[in-house]
């Protein structure tokens, strides 16, 4: 009857870990690896000239170095896209320099090229209530 009772105990413990999960083995994404994702799909959306793509790692609280508003910076990248600045586009991220404080990071020396040239980029994200890293600022030289 002991023995009943202890396999039974045990039991319901691995079942009750198997539903909820055990937090000590689960872990999610790190910021790092967060803000690499936003890159990756900066990067996906830029040179596939899929502009919602892109812009869906845009915060609503961008700011442009000009001053403009994420709605600004969304026509302005269309338009790019429209005359031809971005063909050919290719981002690489694989050497970025990402740097991160607390709810704040920046990306430094992504770099863009196509068939119109080459310019190194630099972002600012932050990590938002949804805990998605977005791009709020964005310097390209």
Do not use: P
């Not at 396999?7 to 198997?18: D, H, K, Q, R």
């Not at 830029?46 to 000009?66: A, P, Q, R, W």
């Not at 992504?110 to 805990?131: Q, W, Y």
Request: with cysteine; hydrophobic share 40%; aromatic share 4%.
């Amino acid at each position: 009857m002991m023995c009943k009772r202890v396999f039974c105990g045990l039991l319901t413990g691995v079942l009750v870990l198997g539903v909820c999960g055990c937090a000590t083995t689960q872990r999610g994404a790190s910021d790092d690896e967060l803000i690499r994702q936003t890159l990756a799909t900066w990067k996906s959306g830029l040179e596939s000239h899929n502009i919602d793509v892109l812009m869906s790692t845009v915060s609503e609280d961008f700011v442009s170095e000009e001053g403009g508003s994420k709605a600004d910076f969304r026509e302005y990248v269309a338009g790019l896209i429209d005359d031809g600045t971005l063909s050919g586009a290719k981002m690489d991220i694989d050497n970025a320099r990402v740097t991160i404080e607390e709810e704040m990071a920046t990306v430094e020396n992504a770099g863009l090229s196509g068939d119109r040239g080459t310019v190194v980029i630099d972002m600012d994200l932050k990590k938002e209530d949804d805990g998605a890293w977005r791009i709020v600022g964005l310097q390209a030289y």
